[in-house]
């Protein structure tokens, strides 16, 4: 095969030209992007708009942010992700096992910026898993969804996993790839705080756990009664 063809039919691990994949999805700092050849995988990139030159972060503010985490720039996202993925990952060394966050399989150059190649969690069409929020939107959102958020939490709660940002795009359908239907968390891990006292301490973690649970509840209340939904006949809201 000549030169060309590989590129094509390859994913190559030195660096990827984005102008051959599609932009899947945004939120408001990250670009997904996918590409029909490789179907277990999205690469996330800083959004243009959320870095400047050299990487670093646009931040109205320069106080805000240690000296320790400005070297991470643009980055620390990533980082943070990555932190909470290895702490995740290395109580199921050696076994093969769904996770309910999103894997993180490492990371390349891309045209765009490093992008963070990711599992990319699908519906069983083969299409991108829907976010919980857009479920609500299209009035799709049904009892078994709030089970599996709170299903989600009970496993976040006994694995410890540390969430920094909880909305309902972070979290995504997953009723693909031959496991029972579950949520997926995409997006929003990893400890804010500076100390990691979230990650040292269990007990503040599922406090804090169960409010984000409660807020998304909130969330699927607001958005539910405005799409149109009997969120009402709901159970195991918190609110
Ligand atoms: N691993 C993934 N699998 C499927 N969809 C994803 C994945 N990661 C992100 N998405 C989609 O892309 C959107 C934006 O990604 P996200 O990581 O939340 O960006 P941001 O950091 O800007 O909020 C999500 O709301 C979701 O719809
Ligand atoms: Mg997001």
Known sequence: MTGNGMSEMQFS???VDLAQWRLAGHGASRNIFENRMHPDVVIKTVKPSAQSAGGNRKVKSKLLFFKKWRR???YMV???ELEEYLNLARKFAGEEKRLPIAKIFGFVQTSQGLGMIVERVSSRDGSLAPTLRRLIEERRFEQNHLDGLN????????LHIVL????LGNFVWCDGG???????CVDGTGEKSPVGMYAMSG????IKLKRYRARLHRQIWKHGEAAGINVSSLVGMSV
């Open 78 to 80: 990533f980082r943070r």
């Open 164 to 167: 920094m940002d909880c909305n």
């Open 203 to 206: 007990v503040l973690n599922r």
């Open 151 to 158: 299903e989600f939490f009970s496993e976040a709660q006994r």
């Open 72 to 74: 991470f720039g643009a």
């Open 178 to 184: 031959g496991s029972n239907p579950r949520v997926v």
């Open 13 to 15: 691990l030195d660096y």
